[in-house]
């Protein structure tokens, strides 16, 4: 059957000895460590949690951040759009300003030739007139009397072709 002998008791007698012994050096230490590895691990895992945290409200602020920077990038866009539509609406009037001053420039210019064009044909037609009506006459025509006539008569030709014109 089972056969008991003394080194089987001493044996156990021997394992239980040093299970208390062990118990009573190693059992503190390794309790001790496994404390210490659980609360660092305990504390790493609150960190991660606190640094997950800021994280999301950092990007909550950089978000923030961002729309408020679109807001402001569409804001100054839309003042140098109408900055840049102000500019070019000045610069068209000053173009017509200054298109309309050359018009008038022009149109006086025009107007003060066709004056002097007008004085000289009217000098010309005078000198054409006093000349015909000399030899019409059959003499020439010195006085100064009849050139006024004919220079009336010419102004008063003028003013019935204007009043035709018009």
């Excluded at 000399?134 to 050139?147: A, H, M, P, Q």
């Amino acid at each position: 059957m089972l056969d008991f002998s003394v080194t089987f008791f001493i044996t156990i007698i021997n394992i239980t000895i040093l299970f208390f012994i062990l118990k009573a050096i190693l059992w503190k230490p390794v309790t001790k460590f496994m404390a210490i590895r659980a609360e660092r691990i305990k504390e790493s895992i609150m960190q991660a949690e606190k640094d997950k945290l800021n994280a999301k409200a950092l990007l909550s602020q950089y978000e923030a951040q961002l729309k408020t920077a679109e807001t402001e990038a569409g804001a100054i866009i839309g003042r140098a759009k109408e900055q840049a539509k102000i500019e070019a609406d000045k610069i068209i009037a000053e173009g017509r300003a200054s298109a309309d001053e050359v018009m008038a420039n022009a149109k006086k210019q025009l107007e003060v030739e066709r004056k002097a064009a007008l004085a000289i044909f009217k000098q010309e037609a005078v000198a054409l007139v006093v000349t015909a009506t000399g030899n019409l006459v059959g003499r020439e025509i010195k006085s100064e009397d009849n050139k006024q006539y004919a220079a009336i008569l010419l102004n008063e030709a003028s003013a019935l072709n204007k009043a035709d014109e018009d």
